[in-house]
Structure formats: structure tokens, C-alpha cells
């Protein structure tokens, strides 16, 4: 039988090492004003040498089990959404199973870049409400900085890496689930991409030259893509939990740009204030983001108990999602 599911816990991690803008202009041909102005980020977080996704998402995930006041003995299931695996064969969540002493129970991963965590906190949430599992850690964990080019000032400047995780059980004594939704469309999948690395073209002395494993966007496209689809994901989500925009306490979305997020907020007439934001401090975590973010506004306090908190996600796929949580 369906039952309530409810987020009991958060946690959320960023590496110790800050990369500024002004760290990039002795990178590229770039300025800590061009920068604010198109993207409204001023650092990023990256990770060390010898760190790897799984570190990341073990951290988040300490952080998350330790607010519960539980074990990694009692977890039944992990997921971690992520692009940037510690390698391609064994899945991320298998690593971070090990490391954290859990049981063997299931442990995989989901790839739908930005919106990675919305797709992961789906797929828990469905573990759960089946009845079998009890307590499900939902991980969105990145290392963009490892697949990013940095002679490409229109991609550089953009990512961060970091982890956030939240714990999930049955029942509504928590924060509950009340919807969430999927979306993706296959035939936008050039509008971000890594092109080689995979079966379709293998890494070659060739495509490495031409730097063609590290992330590439069309920035114009992304824009346009993110904006519609904010206030898409934002309408529907409330259309089918019979919500208006003012039962909205806080809206908590992918931290993509700060101009999309500026341009989605006045379509909607949603006052900024009221929109979860760190890209200033983090940058584009992409799976990691909301989690991050939901996080440090439940550590902060920035929600209280009966919020209706709307979590949306957009990115390459083209995938896109959201979550209603009351809290």
C-alpha cells in the first residue's frame, strides 16, 4: 500500500579549497565584474587532489545521518545523482555504501545532470512508499570542476563542486513529500553535453587535444530552456497539490544563473527574497545544488513547520523536474 514519505534529515558538504574570480583572470580573459554581472557568482568550491565524488557524498551524508540521529548500519538504500562518478564501472553509491560501513543493501546511481537530485528524491521516494525500504539516503553529489575547461571563459567561470544529501522515511513526522515530476526531451541533448568519454567517442589522443571531455553549453539556448522551464516546473507543481503562488513560503531552485533566476522569479511575480540562493558563494553544483541549498536554508532556519517549499531543477538531457514539500 502508498504511504507518506517524508524527508527526516539534511546534510550537505563543500571541500575546504575556494577557487575566486579572481583566481580565473589569471586563468582566462576574464573580470570579477563580467563575471557578477552574467552569472552572479564570486567563488566556487573545489575539490583537492586525491578527493573524489564519493568523499564529497560521504560527508553530506554523515551530516545528514547524524541530524537523524542514526546509524549507516540502519540505511536500506542509497542513491546518488551525479554526472561526475569516481569512474564509469562502479557506481558512485557502491563507494559511498563502502565507506560509510553500511550494510549490503542497494546502492546506485542516476544520471540526469541538474536535475539529478529531483530524479534521485523521486526514485527514493517511490522505494519508500512501496513499503520495503525505511530509510533511503537521496545523494546529489558533483565534481564539475574535473570535467571543466578552464580556456573556455563562458563554461569556467560556472561551476563548483560539493554534495548534499537528505534522509527519507515513511510517514509524515518529517518534512513530506507531497508531489514531485519528472520531465526530460532527448532531442535538446547537444544543448549541454560532454562529448567524448562514452561508447558513442571514446577518449583518443585526438579529442583530448581538442578538449573535448570536458563540459560544453550553448549559453543562449540554456537560458531561454531554464527560464521556461522554472515557471513551467513552479505552475504545475501547484496545479496538482491545489496550491497558489501564496501558499509558497520559499521557492529552493538549481542554482544555475542568477539572471535566469531573476528573469523566472519576475514571470512568476515571486519576490526574490523568498527564492533560496548561494550561487554567489557556491556556483552551478548541478546535481548537488538543491540539496546544498535546502540544507543551509533548514540549518539557517528560513523555514518553519507547515511551509510549502517548491525544490525545481533543469539541466542536460534535456531533463527537468520538482518537488512540493510541506515542511
Partial sequence: MNQKVSIVSTGSFLPEKILTNADLQKLVDTSNEWILERTGIKER???SNGEATSDLAVKAAQNALTQANLSSEALDLIIVGTVTPDQLVTSTACYVQNKLGARQIAAFDVSAACTGF????????QFVMGGNHRNALVIGAESLTTVTNYTDRNTCILFGDGAGAVILQPGDHGHEILYTS???DGSGSEMMSRPSGGSKMPNTVETIQNRLQYLQLRGREVFKFAVIKMVQLVKDSLSKTNLSMKDVALIIPHQVNMR???AAAEKLEFPMDRIVINIERVGNTSAASIPIALDE????GMMKKGDIIIMVAFGGGLTWGSAVIRW
Avoid: D, P
Fill in 182 to 184: 519528472l520531465f526530460s
Fill in 297 to 300: 536554508a533548514a540549518r539557517k
Fill in 260 to 262: 535566469i533566476l531573476e
Fill in 118 to 125: 529531483i530524479y534521485s528524491l523521486t526514485v527514493g521516494r
Fill in 45 to 47: 568550491h573545489v575539490i
